[in-house]
Each structure stands twice: as structure tokens, then as C-alpha cells.
């Protein structure tokens, strides 16, 4: 009945987690129902939503809405949108003035990479990540431009949870094994699921080395203000975050391109929006058009510019952020160091990944979704499914924890404790 490729997809659920995701909703954790389930397995930020939807309800109640909003707007995304997120990104990531002509706007950063995947490489050719990395690239890149995903993969047996950037003896490498079909090297900063971040040194070495080989540089900053206060206690001080912007600028070359998304600093992942920002013309022209399924509706581009617009309701709701995620990422991280339980030290995103390899029966795959399945179903604490992020050793796993309240937080980590105590 149906074509070949959608027969397959028909078998082909996007995340292994679905099925218990949906389990955990059905029975949420609530002051009402203590002993509910709770999801700590979806990339979410919902720790600020009530501040915002407050504010947007009063931009669309109180503010005319333009015709524009009514009518097809241009493919790289609305003017007035584009202008608006180009003073954002200027002033709250990039640190520097950055042109609304280069940015082009799709529905997500999951359009963005789609689309961005379809002008930059073709079928059977490479993108290359540093593993682990995120799990939906794999489907993202190959869906419809057909690129296949290639891991250098760090054994955490050699590093533990210590963050290793690649170096440019592993791209090197890379590079004799894929020859020509290596087309990108695909970064995440602040990564998921490390949470690590690259120094400006290193962004720069890669830069360098993949403009000299033709190879398009992505660095996706979809976490860029997902950060913690730094000095505080248990947060180093040192290895602040640098964009990438201020060196794509710099050096100017048509090898490098940034991806963003409000879904995850706005925590609004349904409203759909995403960037590129490239100065390569030529590319920009390709995208467009390719883009008109993947455009974001007017509405909500105008709501969103008008919010843009507030340069410092913005910079407070970010400082909010921080300050809520700091306070998360702790009750994650003092729980694991009870139970002596090793993690990457994050400087941000939305996660930590942590070494539960200690209690697996048998150090595989089988045994980590063993442990994985147990744990839900003991305690309704649910993780990020194990597989996927390209971890070479079994039995490391992401915790998301912003997509719940700090009550369910600590919930779920209680849970957690008593869980892995009885094993040790
Ligand atoms: C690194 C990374 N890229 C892209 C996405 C997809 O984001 P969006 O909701 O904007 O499509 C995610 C979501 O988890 C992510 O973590």
C-alpha cells in the first residue's frame, strides 16, 4: 500500500522512549497523585512557561496585529522577524552586531538541520559528530537528504566522565576513512548530552582545519543561553561559554553556518522555531528555496518579535533561566554524589549524563535497557532510552531536568537514590 521508504518509516518509531513516555504521562506525578510518573527523558524547558505565556497573552491581546501576519511572507522567514531576531542574537549570544540578511528561519531546529542537510551534502555522504551526540540527527540528516551520520566515538573507559573535544589527529582520521564523503562536522554547544562547551582555541583549530578541507562547519548553539551562574557553589567559575558567532564572522568563510532554536532557552519547543545563519549567499539562496514546507506561521513570527523586541524582559527572563537551572542541575548532581555515581561536569543545557555502568548486570547495550526499563518500572522515574547518542560504553544515561517542576525533580531523584542504594 504504501512506497518502500514509508513502509519502512511506518516500522520506524523517531525515539525508542515513545511508548513508556506516553505511560509516564498518562499517570503524571501531581501534589494529588504522589506517586505518578515523572518524565525526565525529553529535552523541555517548562520551568519558566507560566512568566511567558502571561507576557505573550498580553502582546496578543494588547498590540494590533500587522496585515503582514495574514499573507505568504518571504521564504528565509519575515523581515520584521529576521531584524528582530538579529538584535537578539546580537546582543544575547553573539556579543557583536550581526545582519537579519543572513539569518533564514524554519519550523525547529529539526527543519533547520533537515533543510540545511539537503544543501549541503548528498545521498551517501557523511556528516561527522563527536560522540555522544544527539539521537535524532541520525533521522533528521537522513529522512530526506539521505546523509548518514558518522560517531568518533570517545570510549568514556579512557576518560571518564571527563569531556574530550576531537582533536585534529581524530578529524584527520576521519577524514582518511570517509575521503570525500566527509561533507560536515557537525558540533553542539552546550552539548547534548554532555552539557560540555569547547573552548574558543578549540572552535577555532576546527574552523581552521575544516575551511582548509572544504568541509562544512555547523555549530549548533540550540543551548547558547542555557547556562548555569557561575561561582556558585559546585559551578566552576572557569571555561566560560563563547559563541561561535564572533569567529564565523571573523574568519568569513563560506565553510561555516550556526544552527538555533527557541525551543529549548524559551521553552517552547511547540511553537516551532528555528535558525541558520550563514554567510554563504549561495546557500542561503538554496535554502529558501527549499523551505517553503518548513516555514514558521506569521503569527507566530510577529508574537515572537514583539517579545524580541523587549530587550530587557529578555535579559531577566534569561537570568531567571539560569538561576532555575543552576538550582536543577544541583538536586541532579548532589543526588548522583550520594550514591557515588560519576557524571560529565555540564557548564549547560538541559541535562546530565551520568555513569550508571556500575550497576549493570553485564557491561552491553541489553543490560543498560535492562536497568533503563527496571527503573521506570519500579519507581516511574523515566530516563533518556540508552542507544542512540552513539556511546560507545553501556550504561551511561541522560536525565533532562527542566521538563518538571523542582518538586517532581526532587521526586524523581529521591526515587532515583533509593533505587540505585538498594543495588549497592
Ligand atoms: C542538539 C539538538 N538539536 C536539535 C533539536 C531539535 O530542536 P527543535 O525542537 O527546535 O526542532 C534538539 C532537541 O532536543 C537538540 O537537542
Same mark, same amino acid.
Given at each position: /500500500?504504501?512506497?518502500?521508504?514509508?513502509?519502512?518509516?511506518?516500522?520506524?518509531?523517531?525515539?525508542?522512549?515513545? !511508548?513508556?513516555?506516553?505511560?509516564?504521562?498518562?499517570? @503524571?506525578?501531581?501534589? +494529588?497523585?504522589?506517586?505518578?510518573?515523572? @518524565?525526565?527523558?525529553?529535552?523541555?524547558?517548562?520551568?519558566?512557561?507560566?512568566?511567558?505565556? +502571561?507576557?505573550?497573552?498580553?502582546?496578543?491581546?494588547?498590540?494590533?496585529?500587522?496585515?503582514?501576519?495574514?499573507?505568504?511572507?518571504?521564504?528565509?522567514?519575515? @523581515?520584521?522577524?529576521?531584524?528582530?531576531?538579529?538584535?537578539?542574537?546580537?546582543?544575547?549570544?553573539?556579543?557583536?552586531?550581526?545582519?537579519?540578511?543572513?539569518?533564514?528561519?524554519?519550523?525547529?531546529?529539526?527543519?533547520?538541520?533537515?533543510?540545511?542537510?539537503?544543501?549541503?551534502?548528498?545521498?551517501?555522504?557523511?556528516?561527522?559528530?563527536?560522540?555522544?551526540?544527539?539521537?535524532?540527527?541520525? @533521522?533528521?540528516?537522513?529522512?530526506?537528504?539521505?546523509?548518514?551520520?558518522?560517531?568518533?566515538?570517545?570510549?568514556?573507559?579512557?576518560?571518564?566522565?571527563?569531556?574530550?573535544?576531537?582533536?585534529?589527529?581524530?578529524?584527520?582520521?576521519?577524514?582518511?576513512?570517509?575521503?570525500?564523503?566527509?561533507?560536515?562536522?557537525?558540533?553542539?554547544?552546550?552539548?547534548?548530552?554532555?552539557?560540555?562547551?569547547?573552548?574558543?582555541?578549540?572552535?577555532?583549530?576546527?574552523?581552521?582545519?575544516?575551511?582548509?578541507?572544504?568541509?562544512?562547519?555547523?555549530?549548533?548553539?540550540?543551548?547558547?543561553?542555557?547556562?548555569? !551562574?557561575?561561582?556558585?557553589?559546585?559551578?566552576?567559575?572557569?571555561?566560560?561559554?563563547?559563541?561561535?558567532?564572533?569567529?564565523?564572522?571573523?574568519?568569513?568563510?563560506?565553510?561555516?553556518?550556526?544552527?538555533?532554536?527557541?525551543?529549548?532557552?524559551?521553552?517552547?519547543?511547540?511553537?516551532?522555531?528555528?535558525?541558520?545563519?550563514?554567510?554563504?549567499?549561495? /546557500?542561503?539562496?538554496?535554502?529558501?528555496?527549499?523551505?517553503?514546507?518548513?516555514?514558521?506561521?506569521?503569527?507566530?513570527?510577529?508574537?515572537?518579535?514583539?517579545?524580541?523586541?523587549?530587550?530587557?524582559?529578555?535579559?531577566?527572563?534569561?537570568?531567571?533561566?539560569?538561576?532555575?537551572?543552576? +538550582?536543577?542541575?544541583?538536586?541532579?548532581? !548532589?543526588?548522583?554524589?550520594?550514591?557515588?555515581?560519576?557524571?560529565?561536569?555540564?557548564?549547560?543545557?538541559?541535562?546530565?549524563?551520568?555513569?550508571?555502568?556500575?550497576?549493570?548486570?553485564?557491561?552491553?547495550?541489553?543490560?543498560?535497557?535492562?536497568?533503563?526499563?527496571?527503573?521506570?518500572?519500579?519507581?516511574?522515574?523515566?530516563?533518556?532510552?540508552?542507544?542512540?547518542?552513539?556511546?560507545?560504553?553501556?550504561?551511561?544515561?541522560?536525565?533532562?531536568?527542566?521538563?518538571?517542576?523542582? !518538586?517532581?525533580?526532587?521526586?524523581?531523584?529521591?526515587?532515583?537514590?533509593?533505587?540505585?542504594?538498594?543495588?549497592?
Amino acid at each position: /500500500m504504501l512506497s518502500k521508504r514509508g513502509a519502512q518509516k511506518a516500522q520506524e518509531p523517531l525515539r525508542p522512549d515513545f !511508548e513508556l513516555f506516553e505511560k509516564a504521562q498518562a499517570n @503524571p506525578y501531581a501534589p +494529588d497523585n504522589t506517586d505518578g510518573a515523572i @518524565p525526565l527523558c525529553i529535552a523541555e524547558n517548562l520551568l519558566q512557561w507560566p512568566t511567558l505565556r +502571561d507576557k505573550l497573552q498580553s502582546i496578543a491581546a494588547e498590540r494590533d496585529w500587522p496585515d503582514w501576519v495574514a499573507a505568504y511572507t518571504e521564504l528565509a522567514g519575515a @523581515p520584521d522577524f529576521r531584524e528582530a531576531v538579529a538584535a537578539f542574537v546580537g546582543r544575547h549570544i553573539a556579543g557583536q552586531q550581526l545582519s537579519a540578511d543572513h539569518f533564514c528561519v524554519s519550523a525547529g531546529a529539526t527543519a533547520v538541520v533537515e533543510v540545511s542537510a539537503m544543501v549541503l551534502g548528498g545521498p551517501e555522504d557523511y556528516a561527522v559528530f563527536p560522540a555522544p551526540a544527539y539521537q535524532a540527527y541520525a @533521522p533528521d540528516l537522513h529522512n530526506k537528504a539521505r546523509l548518514r551520520r558518522y560517531d568518533i566515538r570517545h570510549y568514556e573507559q579512557d576518560f571518564g566522565p571527563a569531556f574530550h573535544p576531537l582533536s585534529i589527529k581524530e578529524l584527520e582520521a576521519a577524514l582518511d576513512h570517509l575521503g570525500d564523503k566527509f561533507r560536515l562536522l557537525i558540533l553542539t554547544q552546550p552539548d547534548n548530552p554532555t552539557g560540555a562547551i569547547y573552548s574558543d582555541d578549540q572552535l577555532r583549530s576546527m574552523a581552521k582545519w575544516c575551511t582548509e578541507k572544504e568541509i562544512h562547519l555547523v555549530v549548533n548553539e540550540i543551548y547558547a543561553l542555557s547556562q548555569f !551562574e557561575r561561582g556558585v557553589d559546585g559551578i566552576p567559575n572557569e571555561s566560560a561559554y563563547t559563541s561561535f558567532l564572533p569567529l564565523l564572522e571573523e574568519m568569513n568563510s563560506p565553510y561555516l553556518h550556526w544552527w538555533y532554536s527557541f525551543s529549548k532557552d524559551f521553552g517552547i519547543s511547540g511553537f516551532r522555531v528555528g535558525l541558520l545563519y550563514t554567510r554563504n549567499e549561495e /546557500m542561503r539562496r538554496a535554502y529558501k528555496n527549499f523551505n517553503a514546507p518548513h516555514q514558521v506561521s506569521n503569527i507566530t513570527q510577529w508574537l515572537l518579535a514583539e517579545l524580541l523586541n523587549d530587550g530587557e524582559w529578555i535579559a531577566d527572563f534569561q537570568r531567571r533561566n539560569k538561576r532555575l537551572l543552576t +538550582d536543577a542541575y544541583r538536586t541532579v548532581t !548532589e543526588s548522583l554524589d550520594a550514591i557515588d555515581v560519576a557524571y560529565t561536569p555540564a557548564r549547560g543545557s538541559l541535562f546530565v549524563w551520568a555513569d550508571f555502568s556500575g550497576f549493570l548486570s553485564e557491561p552491553n547495550m541489553d543490560a543498560a535497557q535492562s536497568l533503563w526499563q527496571q527503573l521506570f518500572e519500579e519507581t516511574g522515574v523515566l530516563l533518556t532510552a540508552p542507544g542512540g547518542l552513539g556511546q560507545p560504553d553501556a550504561g551511561w544515561f541522560r536525565i533532562v531536568y527542566s521538563g518538571v517542576s523542582p !518538586e517532581a525533580l526532587r521526586e524523581a531523584m529521591d526515587r532515583l537514590q533509593a533505587f540505585f542504594s538498594d543495588r549497592t
